[in-house]
């Protein structure tokens, strides 16, 4: 999968330092901090990439008026603002910078647990009003000692930990990724929530806003907690019910909220963010100098790093393409997306199951983009694969494949064919099988339907693959079918194996009256432009 990153536009305020980085590696940058909808849906389709924070809205119709673009990166954590299921269907990467917020997210959370505790807001607030006596009712309580349940245990999770616990915290957590025994090197005790929700008296949130943890913290999760309980949120908005919160700190079973975020920002609605036991900030969890410059100067390094084919990193629907930026693995990549458009164009009907094998150490790492590159080429063939001028690659083939239930079993071999030291075979069960590797970085075909090529068929431009009856006139008369063609090479399965295989390569594409004459003198024929 190429990325010629030439231009890429900036909508969002970032750092001055994120433009210099591209700019200085080639990369021509607008950056427009001020365009409206209509605009930004006319500027988009110049642009190869794009960067944005939180303003700008990334929806589908912005990423389909977007026909070159390749990637879309968020100078910060969260990608709430990209329509990443349309970007993975047209085939873009959706890029984040995981780490970037973390001090400055984790160290507000601190900030907030430390307030709700000690009710500095409403002091804070009575000290503006001159209202000194009020501090008679504004009894806190120590850090010292309590235990605090950490829900999500990734970056910002185990900052706050480490930061909590030198306050004398217990850190408890729940993680459905991180090891128990990982957690354990940070001093946070991993169990389930249901053993986390009756020992908490602080519980902080640090999971994305998915289905699976949308109004994590609800009536019933409030009911199983100690009374006064107090929550903070720094992460998505909706992972705490809002309504059920609210209900939680008129009861008292709720103690006190510190809310970053909020289901819809700005607010429709204050009065769960002016309840006098809730610490609210605007979302400032990244608001920090060091966090804003350094998130501009992670995407900056991301795109270049893409650009460059030196590694992927922060990429959220790209997993195949981890290990495909390399020239050597460029080459496999392309072999698979051919021996997949071969089996689609010659292998029959439809079929729900592809069998790739890798033969070989050198690709004991390849399996992610083997498999994902092999579905982009036989998913191409099927005229519902892309449809509105979608092209399939390593990001959007696996996605599709999924919706029409396409499975794909990938295994690895050590051994190779002699004298091959890797290569890949591609099986569609009782339609085809092929088998074939890279030379100097082309793609070659080695065997189809168990059926050897004494010398490699080349897999490039305009190809024609044939089967017909094995007799001593088959070279000439296949010949004599493309007279006048600009026919570059034309490679004969070995012989003696019944029906044999041809691969003829063009240097343009043969005229129609050529594949009749073909036609009249094989069993089957596809004609394929790799």
């Not at 780490?99 to 997210?105: E, F, K, M, P, V």
């Not at 002016?274 to 501009?296: D, F």
């Not at 991301?302 to 981890?322: E, P, R």
Request: neutral net charge; glycine residues 10%.
């Amino acid at each position: 999968m190429s990325f010629n990153l030439s231009s890429v536009l900036i909508s969002d305020e970032v750092d001055q330092k994120c433009v210099k980085i591209l700019q200085e590696n080639g990369i021509k940058v607008l950056k427009n901090s001020k365009l409206s909808k209509e605009e930004l849906l006319k500027e988009i389709p110049n642009y190869d990439g794009l960067i944005v924070r939180s303003a700008t809205k990334v929806t589908a119709d912005v990423i389909a008026a977007g026909k070159k673009l390749k990637i879309i990166g968020r100078a910060g954590t969260g990608v709430d603002n990209i329509d990443c299921n349309e970007a993975t269907k047209r085939g873009i990467i959706v890029m984040n910078t995981p780490g970037g917020n973390t001090l400055s997210a984790a160290e507000l959370t601190c900030t907030l647990i430390c307030c709700v505790s000690r009710n500095v807001h409403s002091g804070d607030r009575a000290m503006k009003e001159k209202k000194w006596s009020e501090r008679k009712a504004l009894m806190g309580s120590e850090l010292y000692g309590k235990t605090l349940g950490i829900v999500g245990l990734g970056r910002i999770g185990k900052e706050v930990a480490l930061r909590m616990q030198s306050f004398g915290m217990k850190t408890i957590g729940f993680d459905p990724i991180i090891p128990a025994e990982v957690s354990a090197e940070f001093g946070v005790q991993s169990m389930s929530l249901e053993e986390l929700w009756p020992l908490v008296d602080f519980i902080t949130v640090h999971t994305p806003l998915i289905p699976q943890t949308k109004n994590l913290i609800n009536d019933a999760v409030f009911a199983k907690c100690k009374k006064g309980v107090r929550v903070i949120n720094v992460a998505r908005g909706g992972i705490i019910d809002e309504e059920a919160l609210l209900r939680a700190l008129e009861s008292g079973q709720c103690g006190g909220a510190g809310l970053d975020v909020f289901t819809s920002e700005p607010p429709a609605d204050f009065t769960l963010a002016q309840h006098p036991k809730v610490v609210a900030t605007p979302h400032l969890g990244a608001s920090t100098s060091e966090a804003q410059e350094r998130v501009a100067v992670e995407i900056a390094e991301q795109f270049v790093d893409l650009a460059k084919g030196k590694k992927l990193f922060g990429a959220i629907n790209a997993n195949a393409m981890t290990n495909a930026l390399s020239e050597e693995s460029r080459a496999w990549v392309t072999l698979g997306q051919r021996l997949g458009q071969l089996a689609g164009s010659i292998g029959g009907q439809a079929t729900d199951q592809i069998k790739v094998t890798a033969c070989g150490a050198s690709l004991k790492q390849a399996g992610s983009y083997l498999s994902a590159a092999v579905l982009a080429g036989y998913l191409a063939t099927k005229q519902q694969a892309g449809g509105d001028g979608i092209i399939l690659n390593l990001v959007n083939a696996p996605a599709m494949a999924k919706e029409q239930n396409l499975q794909v079993e990938i295994s690895n071999v050590d051994q190779c064919c002699r004298p091959y030291s890797a290569c890949v075979t591609v099986d569609l069960g009782g339609g085809l099988k092929a088998t074939g590797t890279t030379c100097s970085g082309g793609a070659v075909l080695l065997s189809l339907q168990g059926q050897d090529f004494p010398a490699p068929a080349t897999l490039s431009g305009t190809t024609v693959v044939f089967s017909a009856a094995d007799n001593a006139q088959l070279l000439s008369a296949v010949s004599g079918a493309f007279v006048g063609e600009n026919v570059t090479s034309l490679t004969l399965s070995a012989a003696g194996g019944g029906d044999r295989w041809g691969v003829v390569n063009f240097l343009a594409p043969p005229s129609q009256k050529s594949i009749d004459n073909l036609k009249g003198v094989v069993k089957a024929m596809s004609a394929i432009s790799f």
